[in-house]
């Protein structure tokens, strides 16, 4: 298994990923919004949806990063569906 971790600009391009990552079959991923409000933490598993976090979709000046548990075999792939929405691994 591999860990990725990648930040974003827009956390809607971040939930974007999320979702394409979940389809993939990741095994696990973590988001976080650290909003100039303090921030807040967002921990799902695959099967989990989203929750919580609508207002904030359109932040800006904000740190999003994703973590991402998969198998090794699916690393290059992640790479490429994370690099596809804005972020930077």
């Given at each position: 298994?591999?860990?990725?971790?990648a930040i974003f600009n827009s956390l809607g391009e971040m939930e974007a990923a999320a979702a394409m990552l979940r389809e993939q079959g990741v095994i696990d991923i973590k988001l976080q919004n650290q909003a100039?409000?303090?921030?807040?933490?967002?921990?799902?598993?695959q099967?989990?949806?989203?929750s919580g976090i609508g207002?904030?979709?359109?932040?800006?000046?904000?740190?999003?990063?994703?973590e991402v548990?998969?198998?090794?075999?699916?690393?290059?792939?992640?790479?490429d569906t994370i690099a596809r929405y804005g972020g930077a691994i």
């Amino acid at each position: 298994m591999e860990n990725i971790r990648a930040i974003f600009n827009s956390l809607g391009e971040m939930e974007a990923a999320a979702a394409m990552l979940r389809e993939q079959g990741v095994i696990d991923i973590k988001l976080q919004n650290q909003a100039a409000n303090g921030g807040y933490t967002l921990e799902s598993m695959q099967s989990s949806l989203i929750s919580g976090i609508g207002d904030d979709e359109g932040a800006s000046g904000s740190e999003c990063i994703m973590e991402v548990v998969v198998e090794s075999s699916r690393f290059r792939q992640v790479e490429d569906t994370i690099a596809r929405y804005g972020g930077a691994i």
